[in-house]
């Protein structure tokens, strides 16, 4: 998949950049909206990753001009400004997704999963996960043709892990995708490995979950 | 005191004090008044007998006789002609004791020598003091009733003015600091009025205000551009140590030490965006057009928060009425309202303690909800600062950075909610959630 990352913070897009690009993603930089626009005009992308202070103008203004250029392409907006208009004004005018800054790359990429999923269609099968299958289209967690129990909060873990697999995410990045940003102010990381070590629970009623690895003193990881 | 009371005291006082030194010499003015028409009087008889001595001679009093000596019947007057010695030379008015038919009685007596046929005559005229003097009393009496009539009528209208004149200073008061909210939001009226020094207060107020409005709305500023500013750079550490992180050519060793970095991190992003969303909710940013029905947002609030209630191993007892719905809310504001407020019943809270949810209407109409918890409690000389920012009660504990009931505080104030805490120090903590009437669906 093809991305354009428009942001001016040349750190910030080189950084977006390093991860997408080991995600398998393909990307374009631009730090202003000209060149955005000239990047839109020549190719074509699934994702535009749009930054809304550029120095040039407003991104929400190449909102409108990107979207006649590249009608198919997923629209994301990212901002440090987080206020409601902003979020309200970017929705309206056809962006599929809204993250404010700080956010974690992780939680960018799920997020462009989540997109590709509905907006694309990509059909996903249920992928294997050790002797387990995992159905993110449908949300399950399969032994076979047995469907798994899982609460919300573990399914959303396990998911999680299983998009960002052999990669360790910390208890915190773990905390934040779950509870959002009002995961108030304690990142209790007890509660992380409570429901990492509920989820080994029930896994290992049916199979070992030995790919699912606690990573000392940084976090948790699939390995595949 | 009141004003108008100490106005009018002093006004009543000092108008009694006067009346009381006018009728206390009013004997003594009476007397001079009374002395001078006498003394009057008595030289208007002496100018008439004189004249009739002249025309007449002096034979018309003395008739033959030596001298002339005539009392009125009631002995209140008297006129006597004597002769005297040649060289005799007198004229004057003073006051002597006579003794007449046995009673002593005061005179006021007109000396006076004059010639006539060659002869020197003395002329004696008289008149009672007494005849006087009679009438001060009851004159004292009169001049006390009037006078205190007169008084009861100036208090009266003293009362009324006073009460005019005052009234803009309560308008004052009351328009300028009693009924404001902070932050002054809406431009407040001068107070209508003549007097200058209540237009010079009324001013004074509205500059001052003026004055706090702009600087609140600069720290403001500086809060919302400061944090917001700052998540910029967050979010470029943030991304770079997570690339870091990923990097397969780290240690352990390493990778443990970026995890530190990562949490140090994060607690700066949670600072700066609480000062964000305080200054956001401060700014008007969120739409209150929400109707919320309280069970269904405390029972969210239950399940979100769950784990912490089974760590703690606490019970979590919502008793409040199914029916309830509040009006004109923020939903996430709301829920972030309670949620903050029973995270910290938790936080604070005793293993194997509980957290009770329940509510009244209290007795102006107003819907009240109770969060009560068995926590450690708040000491009362930290009770007023709970809600400061940065303020921790139990600093001995890694709890937070200080910034969950302040956050709480803008959403109560944004929605004109009311919050009282009442605790005991190891007992536990209720903190009291006011709702105004009009906010019940």
């Given at each position: 998949m093809k991305v354009l990352i428009v942001e001016d913070e040349k750190t910030l897009a080189y950084e977006m950049e390093t991860f997408l690009k080991k995600a398998f993603?393909?990307?374009?930089?631009?730090?202003?909206?000209?060149?955005?626009?000239?990047?839109?005009?020549?190719?074509?992308?699934?994702?535009?990753?749009?930054?809304?202070?550029?120095?040039?103008?407003?991104?929400?203004?190449?909102?409108?001009?990107?979207?006649?250029?590249?009608?198919?392409?997923?629209?994301?907006?990212?901002?440090?400004?987080?206020?409601?208009?902003?979020?309200i004004t970017g929705l309206d005018l056809g962006a599929d997704d809204y993250l404010a800054k700080p956010f974690s790359l992780l939680e960018l990429q799920s997020r462009m999963q989540a997109i590709a999923r509905r907006k694309f269609n990509v059909k996903e099968e249920a992928v294997p996960l050790g002797e387990f299958s995992i159905d993110l289209q449908k949300r399950l967690v399969q032994y076979k043709e047995e469907q798994i129990e899982l609460s919300r909060k573990e399914y959303d873990l396990l998911s999680y892990l299983f998009l960002h697999k052999n990669r360790v995410l910390t208890r915190?990045?773990?905390?934040?995708?779950?509870?959002?940003?009002?995961?108030?102010?304690?990142?209790?990381?007890?509660?992380?490995?409570?429901?990492?070590?509920?989820?080994?629970?029930?896994?290992?009623?049916?199979?070992?979950?030995?790919?699912?690895?606690?990573?000392?003193?940084?976090?948790?990881?699939?390995?595949? | 005191m009141k004003l108008s009371a100490k106005l009018i005291y002093f006004i009543t006082g000092s108008k009694l004090a006067i009346v009381l030194l006018f009728i206390l010499s009013m004997p003594f003015l009476v007397a001079s008044i009374a002395s001078e028409y006498t003394n009057y009087s008595l030289r208007d008889q002496q100018r008439k007998a004189l004249d009739k001595v002249h025309k007449a001679g002096i034979d018309y009093y003395l008739q033959g006789d030596d001298s002339y000596g005539s009392y009125t019947m009631l002995k209140e007057e008297y006129v006597a002609i004597e002769p005297a010695a040649p060289e005799l030379l007198i004229d004057t008015i003073k006051t002597v004791e006579r003794i007449v038919e046995g009673d002593t009685l005061s005179y006021r007596v007109l000396n006076h020598t004059f010639k006539a046929k060659d002869k020197n005559y003395l002329l004696e005229i008289?008149?009672?003091?007494?005849?006087?003097?009679?009438?001060?009393?009851?004159?004292?009496?009169?001049?006390?009733?009037?006078?205190?009539?007169?008084?009861?009528?100036?208090?009266?209208?003293?009362?009324?003015?006073?009460?005019?004149?005052?009234?803009?200073?309560?308008?004052?008061?009351?328009?300028?600091?009693?009924?404001?909210?902070?932050?002054?939001?809406?431009?407040?009226?001068?107070?209508?009025?003549?007097?200058?020094?209540?237009?010079?207060?009324?001013?004074?107020?509205?500059?001052?205000?003026?004055?706090?409005?702009?600087?609140?709305?600069?720290?403001?500023?500086?809060?919302?551009?400061?944090?917001?500013?700052?998540?910029?750079?967050?979010?470029?550490?943030?991304?770079?140590?997570?690339?870091?992180?990923?990097?397969?050519?780290?240690?352990?060793?390493?990778?443990?030490?970026?995890?530190?970095?990562?949490?140090?991190?994060?607690?700066?992003?949670?600072?700066?965006?609480?000062?964000?969303?305080?200054?956001?909710?401060?700014?008007?940013?969120?739409?209150?057009?929400?109707?919320?029905?309280?069970?269904d947002l405390l029972e969210d609030i239950?399940?979100?928060?769950?784990?912490?209630?089974?760590?703690?191993?606490?019970?979590?007892?919502?008793?409040?009425?199914?029916k309830v719905t509040l009006k004109n809310v923020n939903h996430d504001l709301l829920f972030q309202l309670f949620y903050n407020l029973i995270n910290n019943a938790i936080k604070y809270n005793i293993e194997g303690g509980s957290v009770t949810v329940t509510d009244a209407v209290n007795k102006q109409g107003d819907y009240q909800v109770f969060i009560k918890d068995t926590g450690i409690g708040i000491a009362s000389e930290d009770i007023d600062f709970i809600f400061d920012r940065f303020r921790k009660a139990n600093l001995s504990e890694n709890v937070g950075y200080g910034l969950g009931l302040s956050i709480v505080k803008s959403i109560a104030v944004y929605h004109n909610i009311d919050i009282q805490v009442t605790s005991i120090v190891k007992q536990g903590s209720t903190f009291t959630i006011t709702f105004p009437r009009v906010m019940l669906g």
């Open positions: 993603y393909l990307c374009d930089l631009a730090h202003t909206v000209a060149q955005g626009l000239e990047k839109i005009e020549i190719n074509s992308y699934d994702f535009i990753l749009l930054d809304l202070g550029l120095p040039d103008g407003d991104g929400l203004s190449l909102l409108p001009k990107a979207k006649k250029h590249n009608p198919e392409a997923a629209y994301i907006i990212l901002t440090a400004r987080g206020n409601l208009e902003d979020r915190m990045q773990l905390s934040e995708h779950i509870w959002g940003t009002f995961a108030d102010d304690d990142y209790d990381s007890n509660y992380i490995d409570a429901h990492i070590k509920n989820i080994r629970k029930k896994l290992n009623l049916w199979a070992p979950t030995e790919w699912l690895e606690t990573v000392r003193g940084v976090g948790y990881r699939i390995k595949k | 008289g008149k009672t003091v007494g005849s006087i003097n009679q009438y001060n009393k009851p004159l004292q009496r009169i001049a006390l009733y009037v006078l205190m009539g007169l008084i009861a009528l100036t208090i009266v209208i003293d009362l009324i003015f006073t009460r005019v004149l005052i009234r803009p200073l309560g308008k004052i008061i009351e328009s300028k600091l009693l009924n404001r909210k902070f932050p002054f939001k809406d431009q407040s009226e001068p107070v209508k009025t003549t007097t200058q020094d209540f237009k010079y207060l009324d001013e004074s107020l509205i500059s001052l205000m003026d004055q706090i409005n702009v600087d609140f709305e600069k720290e403001r500023e500086f809060t919302a551009n400061a944090s917001h500013e700052l998540m910029t750079p967050i979010s470029i550490l943030q991304n770079k140590m997570e690339n870091l992180l990923a990097d397969d050519q780290i240690t352990e060793d390493v990778a443990m030490r970026i995890v530190g970095m990562m949490k140090t991190l994060d607690r700066l992003k949670k600072i700066s965006s609480s000062l964000l969303f305080i200054s956001r909710i401060e700014n008007d940013q969120f739409v209150k057009l929400a109707s919320v029905k309280l069970v239950k399940e979100e928060i769950s784990h912490r209630l089974e760590d703690k191993d606490l019970t979590f007892i919502i008793d409040i009425k199914d």
